[in-house]
């Protein structure tokens, strides 16, 4: 049994992990900026502060916490508050450990596929490829680069750039199921996706499995924006109408956050297949989605 500490522990990913890892025997801690349960503890981060009784005798932080990304347009300060809930929570974290010498068995971060950026290309990402400049790409930049320092103090780090989350409840699936489901700027924009289940059991590998190393969490299905709206429209009984949302009227509506919907590329998984030994639950869209109904 571990003991594990997790930020964002109260949104989408944080409650179905903490299920499992609860499932699987482990203790597990959550720190909040509003604490109402026994295993939750409390942080603020504008103020610097971590409540410390979290962090004794823990063996993993599991590092979810940030601002979402696509929940409001993305002007200077909401730029500034998404890069900062990420990388200041960290530095937090870095702190308290290193100031109370806590031998962590691992740090464990997200980071998303946004590290490639937001582009349509027919090129397949992999770990090795470096991140882009646009403004998805230097956030998961300082994301990453706030993991890594942990790094210095010895203490194994797994990174998991994540897709899209699908879950049954909430998250990107609950906001796509339209009355009618139409593809968005070109449809040839690729969705680097995952199911909830098989991202929650890539958490648990570096607890369970000793996984370390930075990796795609994405399904190996790819799809674009067409082939995902017609699977989508056909698993969930909805018309597909093949008339594509204009570009320009996603741009007057959410300004540059638009580039998220419009652009995508492709990304591999086979380094957490082969690397990681991981056999993915829901490789295929249509299951995945079946599973979800």
């Known amino acids: 049994m571990a003991i594990v500490l997790i930020t964002g522990g109260t949104g989408l ?28 503890f409390k942080w603020d981060i504008s103020r610097n502060y971590l409540d410390e009784k979290s962090l004794v005798n823990i063996d ?4 979810l916490a940030g601002a979402g990304i696509a929940e409001k347009k993305w002007t200077d ?11 200041e929570s960290a530095n937090l974290l870095f702190k308290k450990v ?22 349509t290309s027919e090129k397949i990402y992999n770990e090795e490829d470096t991140h882009a400049n646009d403004f998805l790409g230097k956030v998961c930049l300082a994301w990453e680069n706030s993991a890594h320092q ?18 049954k409840q909430g998250g990107a699936l609950e906001k796509m199921k339209t009355p009618i489901i139409s593809p968005l700027g070109s449809g040839k924009q690729y969705i680097p996706w995952i199911h909830i289940d098989d991202l929650c059991n890539l958490y648990l590998m570096p607890i369970e499995n000793n996984l370390i190393g930075v990796y795609n ?34 741009k007057l509506l ?40």
């Open 150 to 167: 942990f790094k210095n103090l010895k203490i194994p780090l797994t990174i998991l750039r994540t897709g899209i989350v699908l879950t």
């Open 13 to 40: 990913v944080g409650k179905h992990l903490t299920k499992l890892l609860i499932k699987k025997n482990h203790e597990v801690r959550i720190l909040s900026r509003n604490p109402s349960k026994k295993n939750e």
């Open 98 to 119: 290193k100031e109370l010498n806590i031998n962590l068995k691992g740090y464990i971060s997200a980071s998303g596929t946004g590290f490639y950026g937001t582009v």
């Open 254 to 293: 959410f300004g540059e956050m638009a580039n998220i919907l419009l652009k995508g590329s492709r990304v591999s998984s086979k380094k957490i297949e082969k690397n990681g030994g991981y056999s993915f639950r829901f490789s295929i869209l249509k299951k995945a989605l079946i599973n979800l109904t």
């Open 77 to 87: 300060k909401r730029k500034k508050v998404i890069i900062d809930s990420r990388v």
């Open 60 to 63: 993993y932080i599991i590092h």
């Open 217 to 250: 969490a994405v399904a190996p299905e790819i799809h674009n924006g067409i082939s995902f709206s017609k699977t989508l429209a056909k698993v969930f009984k909805k018309p597909f109408i093949p008339i594509n949302v204009p570009s320009f009227l996603l």
